[in-house]
Nanobody
Framework: QVQLVESGGGLVQAGGSLRLSCSVS????????MGWYRQAPGKQRELVATLSSTGTTYYLDSVKGRFTVSKDIAKNTVDLQLNSLKPEDTAAYYC?????????WGQGTQVTVSS
């Protein structure tokens, strides 16, 4: 089984930056895909970014050029760097993992961007 714990959320002014971290209980080489989703009040959950075990990335169009997903093998974490934040980025951000047979979710961390 895989346990995911997010950290790094908080309140930031528009134009600022945050770095979210997802701590993974299993060695990253055993996981097919890591990702970040977000969900704002009254809206559906949407995929923000993914990172495969081979390094392939995907980004939501609205965050391209501003967000970067990466992994730290030594620390067993998957990080999401959020730059040039906008009020519309405000949401609960969830870490996601897939190991070919199962999906796993973290509890979420809140990102709030003030104008």
């Amino acid at each position: 089984q895989v346990q995911l714990v997010e950290s790094g959320g908080g309140l930031v002014q528009a134009g600022g930056s945050l770095r979210l971290s997802c701590s993974v209980s299993r060695r990253l080489y055993s996981i097919r895909t890591m990702g970040w989703y977000r969900q704002a009040p009254g809206k559906q959950r949407e995929l923000v970014a993914t990172l495969s075990s081979t390094g392939t990335t995907y980004y939501l169009d609205s965050v391209k050029g501003r967000f970067t997903v990466s992994k730290d093998i030594a620390k067993n974490t998957v990080d999401l760097q959020l730059n040039s934040l906008k009020p519309e980025d405000t949401a609960a951000y969830y870490c996601y993992a897939n190991d070919y047979t199962n999906d796993y979710w973290g509890q979420g961390t809140q990102v709030t961007v003030s104008s």
